[in-house]
Every structure is written in C-alpha cells, then in structure tokens.
C-alpha cells in the first residue's frame, strides 16, 4: 500500500460528498476498494474509477513543493504539463478538478483556488 493508497483510506470514506476546486461540483466517493477508488460524477452520478497506481504516481510525476496548474478541460489530449495531462494518460475524460479535491481531502496536495487553480503535493 502506497502513501497516497494510506492517506485515502485514512481521511475519506465512502459516501463522503466533496466538491470540485474551482466551481464546487458535488461528487461522491462511491468506493474505496483493493483496485482504488470510485467516484460518482454529476446528476447522473456517473461512476468513475481511479487506479491507486494512478493515483499514487501524481507524486512522482509532479514532485513534493512544487505548484502546478490543475488544467482541467474538456480535450481528451489534456492539458500537457499540468494534472488534467498526467489523467488523461489513464482516462480520456475531465477529472482533474475531481482529483484535486479528493487528495487535498486526504492531505496529499494543497490547492490554490486561484486562477489558473493550482495543487502542490505535501505528502
């Protein structure tokens, strides 16, 4: 279990309801389970799964400190650079915002809700 993996499974739990950085959309965190986590995006609660691997690897591919733009748009390229590049690798769809606030829920990165919305890992 990885750092990322421990400090979810710590600080949130299922059924938690968080909302995005920038706009404050409501989701929830369906599941917390041995493959990763489940979120239910939108009206239509639309279930959507994260690997830990993915998770886990926003602290290597970013690094501890070092502030970076959230990025999130609708272009199933992503934004290269910032966290909605490094998902899009993994799902072709706009999540980052989501991410964002579940880890700083955990306690895995601190958000700036400027603009450009902005992250830092401190785990």
Same mark, same amino acid.
């Given at each position: 279990m990885g750092p990322v993996e421990m400090a979810i499974r710590e600080s949130v739990k299922e059924g938690t309801v968080l909302a995005t950085p920038s706009q404050g959309k409501p989701?929830?965190?369906? *599941? &917390?389970?041995?493959?990763? $986590?489940?979120?239910?995006? @939108?009206? +239509?609660q639309t279930k959507t799964p994260f690997s830990w691997s993915a998770l886990e690897g926003?602290?290597?591919?970013? @690094?501890?400190?070092n502030w970076t733009v959230i990025g999130g748009r609708r272009d199933v390229e992503g934004n290269p650079g910032t966290l909605d590049g /490094?998902? +899009?690798? /993994?799902? +072709?769809? !706009?999540?980052?915002?989501? &991410?964002? *606030?579940l880890l700083e829920a955990? @306690? $895995?990165?601190?958000? !700036?809700?400027?603009?450009? @919305?902005?992250?830092?890992?401190?785990?």
């Amino acid at each position: 279990m990885g750092p990322v993996e421990m400090a979810i499974r710590e600080s949130v739990k299922e059924g938690t309801v968080l909302a995005t950085p920038s706009q404050g959309k409501p989701f929830v965190v369906e *599941s &917390i389970n041995h493959r990763g $986590v489940v979120l239910l995006f @939108g009206k +239509k609660q639309t279930k959507t799964p994260f690997s830990w691997s993915a998770l886990e690897g926003i602290r290597t591919q970013f @690094g501890r400190g070092n502030w970076t733009v959230i990025g999130g748009r609708r272009d199933v390229e992503g934004n290269p650079g910032t966290l909605d590049g /490094y998902l +899009k690798t /993994y799902m +072709k769809r !706009d999540t980052a915002g989501w &991410i964002a *606030s579940l880890l700083e829920a955990a @306690g $895995v990165v601190e958000l !700036d809700r400027g603009t450009p @919305g902005r992250f830092r890992v401190v785990l």
